[in-house]
């Protein structure tokens, strides 16, 4: 889980930089973004690939698919769906909690929370990267020397580093 403060004018391509920066990854695969059945993607992946209206990212603001203005009745939570390497299928649910009024003085993006570390790149999905988390905190699983090494080194699951997040964040 990661809390990120953005801009509204943010397309959804610069966006996904955003997420790989807040997760860790080194954008190395694929990725689109959906609501229903209407896609966004970056254009060199559009052709036969995807059978769904895609639309390119870079033309797409947050602001364009986010309501600025809270419901009648209730919070506000707008949501939509984030992929990234379509082998692995790491998706994800990108929840939009508020639109905070502009603040000149608020350096964005900025990652204000978070949970757990990330999956390596090229693990395997989720059902690879439970056998990874698996052998790696067990030093007799037959796999386990193979993923150190892969690895380069431990890897704590539980871990989150706020700070190394936003110094990523910060190059962006």
């Known amino acids: 889980m990661r809390r990120v403060l953005v801009s509204s004018d943010l397309s959804l391509a610069k966006f996904h930089h955003v997420i790989q920066a807040a997760m860790g990854w080194t954008d190395s695969h694929l990725h ?6 209407v896609r966004f993607v970056y254009p060199y992946q559009t052709g036969d690939l995807l059978e769904m209206t895609a639309i390119d990212s870079r033309k797409v603001k947050l602001a364009h698919i986010v309501p ?4 009648f009745r209730g919070e506000f939570r707008h949501v939509i769906e984030y992929e990234y390497d379509y082998g692995d299928s790491w998706r ?3 929840a939009f909690e508020d639109v905070l009024p502009p603040d000149p003085k608020q350096k964005t993006p900025t990652c204000t929370d978070g949970a757990r570390a990330c999956p390596p790149e090229d693990v395997g999905g989720v059902g690879g990267y439970e056998n990874f988390v698996e052998a790696m905190k067990d030093a007799s699983h037959p796999e386990h020397d193979e993923y150190k090494e892969w690895a380069d080194g431990d890897f704590d699951p539980e871990a989150f580093d706020l700070d190394a997040v936003n110094l990523r964040l ?3």
């Not at 600025?68 to 419901?71: E, H, K, N, Y």
């Open 68 to 71: 600025l203005q809270r419901p």
């Open 170 to 172: 910060k190059g962006l």
């Open 92 to 94: 994800h649910e990108i």
């Open 32 to 37: 689109m973004f959906q609501m229903g059945p």
